[in-house]
């Protein structure tokens, strides 16, 4: 595979937040070209609230840390810096549009009565019975997020500006990096409150979500585990997060397209309140540096036998 110093570092941005005209919805940053076939992926980390968006909010502090994957953007710039790995990171917040949900995940109880479809026949989907579709609606223990209800050109607003844009330049990428190497791995980077213990025996904090099974080859997956095992740290596999709609738009494993989602629990690497990073951040920044070199090449390997092809630029 190529050396990182071999490549040059671009950086784009994209998209548009509404309310907020000089911040971009995302930033991509990925080599040319690029050093391994691996893209990262931060689609809730995004800290840039409109004015606008906070008045409307009932508890905004509460609601943008729980919401948030908080500081998880910190690991994957890390990732991307040290092993040459694209970057996709969003700016635009998960309380303004939750990108790993369809564009269809919506409530429209939310939304004023002239906004609303007419009546259809087809169910809410479970994220938005649980208040979590495209535009989340309440949390537990807080209750209903918003003051008031929303308009159908903030939806609009928020899928042209945000949403759309984002999936375009995540296929895009994907696509290129398949086009190098053979075949490509998302890795769908999330944090998740720590995890109980049960029967005594620890709380995962690591969960890897590939939609049992339908998103990636099984070996990216066994690296995963292993790599995880090495190290001592308990792991788990679809429970209780196996990936949402990043995944079920993007995976194509038969296609060279491998996804899986990834959430690390943030007690690893927040302080003691899940609010601020932690000592324990640069600990967790070297477990993923390692498993992305290591997933790197498994990936580079199904690229080989699917094309029959040699590396790309192989490294001396």
């Not at 502090?61 to 810096?81: F, H, K, M, P, Q």
């Not at 007419?118 to 809410?124: C, G, H, I």
């Not at 939806?155 to 500006?161: H, N």
């Not at 309140?273 to 199904?302: I, S, T």
Request: net charge neutral.
């Amino acid at each position: 595979m190529s050396k990182v110093g071999e490549s040059d570092s671009q950086r784009r941005t994209g998209g548009q937040i509404p309310g907020a005209p000089a911040s971009p919805a995302f930033t991509i940053a990925a080599t040319e070209p690029s050093a391994i076939p691996v893209l990262v992926a931060v689609p809730h980390a995004g800290r840039v609230y409109p004015s606008g968006l906070l008045r409307e909010m009932r508890h905004p502090e509460s609601v943008s840390l729980r919401l948030e994957d908080r500081y998880v953007d910190r690991l994957g710039e890390e990732i991307a810096a040290r092993t040459g790995a694209s970057l996709l990171m969003a700016h635009a917040p998960r309380a303004m549009i939750d990108l790993n949900r369809a564009p269809d995940d919506i409530d429209w109880e939310m939304f004023e009565r002239s906004a609303r479809p007419e009546r259809s026949s087809e169910m809410p989907s479970r994220r938005v019975l649980s208040g979590l579709g495209l535009i989340p609606r309440r949390l537990p223990g807080l209750g209903e997020l918003w003051r008031s209800r929303h308009a159908r050109d903030d939806l609009a607003a928020r899928v042209e500006g945000i949403h759309s844009p984002y999936h375009e330049v995540l296929a895009e990428q994907l696509a290129a990096l398949r086009e190098r190497w053979g075949a490509a791995l998302l890795l769908d980077l999330h944090s998740m409150p720590p995890l109980p213990s049960r029967f005594g025996v620890a709380g995962a904090q690591y969960v890897v979500g590939d939609r049992f099974g339908v998103t990636c080859h099984g070996s990216v997956i066994a690296t995963a585990f292993a790599h995880f095992a090495e190290r001592g740290l308990p792991a788990a596999h679809n429970r209780p997060y196996a990936g949402g709609y990043v995944l079920e738009r993007h995976a194509q494993p038969q296609r060279g397209l491998h996804a899986f989602q990834l959430e690390i629990d943030r007690s690893c690497y927040l302080d003691a309140n899940l609010a601020e990073p932690g000592e324990g951040l640069p600990r967790v920044a070297d477990v993923l540096v390692d498993l992305v070199r290591r997933l790197a090449a498994v990936v580079a390997d199904l690229g080989q036998v699917a094309g029959g092809r040699e590396w790309p630029l192989a490294a001396e």
